[in-house]
């Protein structure tokens, strides 16, 4: 599951989202911006962003496209940018926005910018999308209220047993599955109803509101999906990256 990218050369700027989308300033017109201050000078071409990954899902498809579009814009003129100066336009656009420039396996830190590749492996999984969305700003804002954050101690964890190539179900962490078990009933209603249909433990996409199940096992997402599918839910197949 992905959006594609399309980027070609213009008199013009013009940007088109395919199913069209009702923000005028998105990521990718963010990441133009920043693209043409940086040359001084403006930016002709004609982008064109074909929408897979929902709106708002929790997945980094705006976060994705902003990243693609910076890296297919140095190619198109020539290369006049170093890894790093991208990465710095990046980071002005959003924390996981660096992530995408490498695209695989990482580990993040700080405000985003501190990105360090990790070896990939072939995964498994499902994602299920729910019909509420939420909003991140407000996620974080609730968040805020309950405090106590995790200082790493999870995503240690995870880092070691994907090094090992072991299961990595009992390391996934993600802090909003507490923010909206607490201040949202619907949300609680729908992983519930999940974890008792599957037996098997989701876990939260970002901020929401996709539900995500991972394995090494093809065979157990393939079962899980059919299952799944059959109960009405809208459901995705995914594969890692590598």
Known sequence: MHDTVIVKESRELKITFVPDISIKQSTVHKAVALFEKKLKKNIRAEIVIKKEIPQKSGLGGGSSDAATVLLLLNKMYGNPLSLNEILSLAAKIGADVPFFIYGKRAKVEGIGEIVTPLKSSILYGLIIFPEFKFSTENAYSLADKIGNWDKG??????????????????????????????????????????????????????????????????????????????????????????
Not at 158 to 185: S, W
Not at 214 to 221: F, L, R, V, W
């Open 153 to 242: 101690t999870y995503t240690e964890r995870l880092i070691k047993a994907l090094e090992l190539n072991e299961d990595i179900g009992n390391y996934l962490y993600n802090y909003f599955e507490k923010v909206y078990r607490k201040f949202n009933p619907e949300f609680t209603d729908f992983f519930n109803k999940i974890l008792l249909l599957s037996g098997k433990q989701f876990h939260l996409t970002g901020s929401g509101s996709a539900l995500f199940y991972i394995a090494k096992d093809g065979e157990i997402t393939e079962e899980l999906y059919q299952k799944l599918t059959k109960e009405g839910f809208h459901i995705k197949k995914i594969k890692t990256v590598v």
